[in-house]
């Protein structure tokens, strides 16, 4: 004999519209619970020198930076081009004093954006942007590419200055070897016309 389960009885699936409220729940509690990223949405960024530049990286999820320890890292010293903590800026490299600014009207949105003023050649490298929170660590990685239109207009001009001193001295050279080629023969006919010695006079004994 066949038994159903007939209506009355719970199913034992529930239906999607009471899990969602649970679904949502969870969801919530993961976001709460999940550790800080930091993202940079530009890993490369350029700049001609003597511009201000703004490298821009943001927490994910997005929560106040303000009480976070932020630190911007030049790759190549590993030396500190800007460090804020607490709403107070730290020491930094000396090459970079005066001349950063941690743009704090983001900070309440997680942006952790860093202008670097009056950038240079030597700027270019890659910088890291850490973030330090409680147990919490993040870090993320953007180059900078800084271009010296200046320089790049000095070196063409000395290449150029270059090749046509190359060309002028092998045209020299050229004209010297040409013109000693056409004076051996008008030397050699030159010799060859020359009078003869008058001859000895002849004595008698």
């Known amino acids: 004999m066949r038994f159903g389960l007939g209506c009355n009885h719970p199913r034992s699936a529930l239906p999607w519209r009471s899990l969602l409220p649970h679904l949502l729940a969870l969801l919530l509690l993961h976001l709460g ?4 990223r930091v993202v940079a949405p530009s890993p490369r960024v350029t700049a001609i020198v003597g511009q201000d530049v703004v490298l821009r990286c943001h927490l994910s999820p997005c929560k106040d930076a303000r009480s976070l320890d932020i ?18 800026d730290l020491d930094q490299m000396e090459e970079y004093k005066g001349r950063t600014e941690l743009l704090r009207d983001g900070l309440s949105d997680g942006n952790l954006d860093l202008r670097i003023t009056a950038v240079t050649s030597s700027d270019s490298d890659s910088y890291s942007c850490t973030v330090q929170d409680g147990a919490d660590y993040a870090d993320a990685v953007l180059n900078l590419e800084v271009s010296d239109p200046f320089s790049q207009i000095t070196r063409s001009w000395a290449a150029a200055l270059a ?4 060309l002028l001295l092998g045209s020299f050279v050229i004209i010297v070897f040409l013109h000693r080629k056409q004076a051996e023969p008008r030397r050699e006919l030159s010799e060859s016309l020359q009078p003869l010695p008058p001859p000895k006079s002849l004595e008698w004994n």
């Open 33 to 36: 619970s999940a550790q800080i």
């Open 71 to 88: 630190r911007w890292i030049q790759h190549r010293s590993g030396g500190i081009v800007h460090h804020y903590q607490d709403g107070v």
């Open 163 to 166: 090749v046509v001193v190359t």
